[in-house]
């Protein structure tokens, strides 16, 4: 099954329609993953929410977003910055994600570039979940003050790229005031101490806190 969407082009001004997925009718799940993707029926929107312009080619994701056609049309537009990710929903996620931060928009550019990661999770691509999940650190390190919850996912997302040793650098001298915060922490330590660099989910870390009782 199928819904038709009905989008505007904020670059170009094309009226489209779009295709997307049916709302998932799987049982809902309670744990999220260690980078915050949710469970169902929440982590199959991820298909759901990304547009692709059928005349200029600019990708926007649920919110309408403007561009200039001189920025949809260039070069590192086309290739993701020089990475090529193959055509499709990583790579529109990707572009999403550029075009938040032109604008400056960190936090959606980092929800856009983390969602080009899990596709590619999703289609056991891990070269390009790879690239993706290096923006987002990109894009992390631009971000200002002490957010306990982004801290969190970035050092899932280190992890997750092989870069173990940066995991406990990242969280160098943070202070989180929340018991529930600071076990996520110690499990993603552990889990960078292992070199593992699979996905994790809250009810790993659950079942790991119930057994060392």
């Known amino acids: 099954m199928s819904e038709t969407i009905s989008r505007t082009c904020g ?7 779009q295709t997307v997925p049916d709302k ?16 169902e029926p929440a982590r199959s929107e991820l298909y759901r ?3 692709r312009c059928p005349e200029c080619g600019f990708c926007m994701g649920p919110k ?6 001189e920025f949809v049309d260039s070069e590192a537009y086309k290739s993701c910055e020089g990475n090529d990710l193959p055509e499709g929903v990583g790579a529109d996620y990707y572009r999403v994600g550029m075009a938040a931060e032109q604008d400056n928009d960190i936090q959606t550019a980092l929800a856009a570039v983390i969602r080009a ?8 691509d891990d070269a390009n979940a790879v690239k993706c999940r290096g923006k987002y650190i990109e894009l992390f390190k631009k971000l200002r003050g002490n957010d306990s919850g982004a801290l969190v996912v970035a050092a899932d997302v280190y992890r997750r790229c092989g870069r173990y040793g940066e995991v406990a650098e990242s969280l160098k001298n943070r202070w989180f005031p929340d018991r529930l915060t600071r076990q996520i922490i110690e499990y993603e330590a552990q889990l960078a101490d292992a070199d593992d660099r699979a996905a994790h989910s809250l009810k790993d870390c659950f079942d790991v806190i119930d057994g060392d009782k």
């Open 24 to 39: 998932s009718s799987e049982k809902p799940g309670f744990f999220y993953d260690l980078d915050n993707r949710p469970p």
């Open 11 to 17: 670059c170009c001004g094309t009226a489209f329609h």
């Open 117 to 124: 990661a899990w596709f590619f999770d999703d289609t056991d």
């Open 64 to 69: 309408d977003r403007k561009a200039a056609r």
């Open 49 to 51: 929410q990304i547009f």
